[in-house]
């Protein structure tokens, strides 16, 4: 199974960015829960958001009301939609998938905010 992130790109604070990941190369593949995580440099790696396979969602106080976690059971994909970004979450932007058995890692999108 491959994690396909893309959608990042250099935003100015305020604007907006729209961030994807698709799950592919399984066969009946089922995702339960979708997250999203960061690591901007110097830093460690850090959660952003989650979504349940029930559609249940949860975010980082950093994010909460500025983010917004999707999914398409239907295609296997994830959407991050980022509303008035801040210099501060400029990172690069992982998917994360938790399926039955396994957990998947994408390889990551910059996301550059500027001021």
């Known amino acids: 199974v491959q994690l396909q992130a893309c959608g990042g790109g250099l935003v100015q604070a305020g604007g907006s960015l729209r961030l994807s990941c698709a799950a592919s190369?399984?066969?009946?593949?089922?995702?339960n829960t979708w997250a999203w995580h960061r690591q901007a440099p110097g830093k460690a790696r850090e959660w952003v958001?989650?979504?349940?396979?029930?559609?249940?969602?949860h975010y980082a106080d950093s994010v909460q009301g500025r983010f917004t976690i999707s999914r398409d059971n239907a295609k296997n994909e994830m959407y991050l939609q980022m509303n008035s970004p801040k210099p501060e979450d400029t990172a690069v932007y992982y998917c994360?998938?938790?399926?039955?058995?396994?957990?998947?890692w994408g390889r990551g999108t910059q996301v550059t905010v500027s001021s």
């Open positions: 190369g399984g066969s009946n593949l089922r995702i």
């Open positions: 994360y998938a938790a399926g039955s058995y396994n957990t998947y």
């Open positions: 958001a989650s979504i349940t396979s029930g559609g249940s969602t």
